[in-house]
């Protein structure tokens, strides 16, 4: 493949341009080249600290964790690991799994895990093996690809991540937490002076299982977070709960597996359309966003639950392409049981038999549901304990979000009783209220993952002043040059005009 740079010199025709350059068959040659013209990572400044086995622990291996760990590099900040509980990179996440989108949501030109460096980008690796005409035809990242990006981004950077290391308790410490691990289903204790939980859209809660479908027995529904046997549904007649994009996605692949039918229920009179978040994406309101008052984001954050989430165009017609797939609208639940190995469901008026249900319901988020937080869960600041919303804004969903301050940090319910909290940096779903966006995915990455490493390096340098002060003010400095380099040349008055002037 022969490499031509998008922009060739202006005094320089292209065709003179791509007869200078390298033939060359390496799809990354651009990014090594990137690489080395910013120069090696700086080294480590942080000093040890007896029994502190980590300085920085992602937990989530992913494409936030990756990115996290590559931003902590490039700051030189050192002793970081990053966990996760999968077996391997192709559990780990949600590109390969969970995620059953043909495409991304997000649009395609996001700055993501390049941090500012192009090369780095998915745009230049999907050009670099498929053309920049490819690139120009896709309107959104299809989910495959993006997850072949992610993982040629941690393999070209050489992040290392520990598969099969869970976290089962963090327990705080003097100074430092104990993580209390299963590393290849072992019990295992680590320690660490910093957590950052990129750990994706469970990470601070779970998924939200609607009570009509609790009652029923397990083998009869999932939700969209359980790995689905769908080729179990073929002939079967499915039932989805919920109208957003997972929803949709889920529906499309039954009825892309066979299913006999596919009836989705959405409890509002029509399809969330209106894309209340996206009008946020301009710099002045994307930048400044976690600034504003907590009235004006708590007022956004009950904005968007009103209006709700908005599946894709792509995601209904995937599904409506099938004559057997079935919408009902203003169509809650009211109750369920099981009959004869089969779901009986009264919807409004009307009485339907399924084989089996999804949950397409979302994920809720509540510190206190979280057994790794359990030793003080009920120490961290949520909003409702920060913001009392007007009457006709209330949400009892939105208040148990954390309150996280800047550096997506928790914050004490009780000034002084829990200071090592802030030692905890969340970067998932549970910062929606706070930072106004779905953190961890793409849109989050620019703002948000500088801000976190910059907090966390200025946290683990203060933490250690006095080692640095001595370190920047001592006396073992090893000269530059000795005085005999300029001792010839310094001047010196000739003796005879010494005389002469005294005389």
């Given at each position: ?223 969209t977070a359980d790995a689905i046997d769908f080729r179990a549904l073929r002939g079967k007649t ?251 040349a310094v001047w010196k008055q000739p003796i005879k005009a010494a005389l002469a002037d005294s005389?």
């Open positions: 493949m022969k490499i031509i740079p998008r922009h060739p010199p202006h005094f320089q025709s292209v065709s003179a341009w791509e007869i200078d350059m390298t033939i060359t068959t390496d799809p990354d040659i651009e990014a090594r080249e990137a690489l080395r013209l910013i120069g090696p990572d700086p080294d480590n400044w942080i000093p040890d600290r007896p029994g502190v086995d980590h300085n920085v622990t992602v937990v989530g291996g992913s494409g936030s964790g990756s990115t996290f760990a590559f931003a902590l590099r490039r700051a030189s900040i050192g002793g970081v690991t990053v966990i996760d509980a999968a077996d391997d990179e192709a559990h780990a996440g949600v590109w390969l799994n969970r995620a059953r989108m043909n495409k991304l949501r997000t649009p395609k030109n996001l700055p993501g895990p390049e941090l500012g460096i192009p090369a780095l980008s998915f745009q230049a690796w999907y050009e670099a093996r498929h053309g920049v005409e490819a690139y120009a035809a896709i309107d959104r990242i299809p989910r495959l690809v993006w997850a072949e990006y992610l993982s040629w981004y941690r393999q070209f950077l050489g992040i290392p991540v520990r598969y099969r290391t869970r976290l089962v308790r963090i327990e705080p410490v003097e100074g430092f937490f104990r993580l209390h691990l299963e590393v290849n289903g072992v019990p295992q204790v680590e320690t660490t002076r910093k957590i950052i939980f990129a750990n994706g859209v469970a990470g601070t809660g779970g998924p939200y299982v609607p009570s009509v479908l609790a009652v029923l027995p397990r083998t009869l529904y999932a939700h499915v039932a989805v709960l919920g109208a957003a994009a997972s929803a949709f996605d889920a529906a499309g692949v039954a009825l892309e597996s066979g299913a006999k039918a596919v009836h989705l229920f959405a409890r509002r009179p029509a399809i969330a359309s209106l894309p209340v978040n996206r009008v946020r994406g301009y710099p002045g309101a994307y930048d400044n966003y976690p600034e504003l008052p907590d009235a004006a984001r708590w007022f956004q954050a009950w904005r968007f639950r009103q209006v709700g989430s908005t599946p894709p165009a792509d995601a209904i017609e995937r599904a409506i392409a099938f004559p057997n797939f079935h919408l009902h609208l203003s169509a809650t639940w009211r109750s369920a049981h099981e009959q004869g190995g089969r779901i009986v469901a009264q919807v409004n008026d009307d009485v339907f038999e399924f084989d089996f249900a999804i949950a397409g319901t979302g994920y809720f988020v509540d510190p206190t549901k979280r057994p790794e937080l359990a030793d003080f869960a009920h120490q961290i600041a949520l909003w409702r304990d920060r913001y009392e919303p007007p009457a006709d804004q209330r949400d009892d969903d939105l208040g148990t979000h954390p309150y996280l301050g800047s550096a997506h940090e928790y914050q004490e319910k009780v000034p002084g009783s829990a200071p090592y909290l802030k030692d905890i940096h969340v970067f998932n779903p549970a910062g929606f209220v706070s930072f106004g966006l779905p953190i961890g995915d793409v849109p989050s990455i620019r703002r948000d993952v500088p801000a976190v490493v910059a907090r966390i390096s200025h946290d683990l340098f203060f933490a250690d002043w006095a080692l640095h002060e001595a370190r920047i003010t001592g006396d073992n400095i090893a000269p530059d040059f000795h005085a005999s380099l300029y001792t010839a005389a």
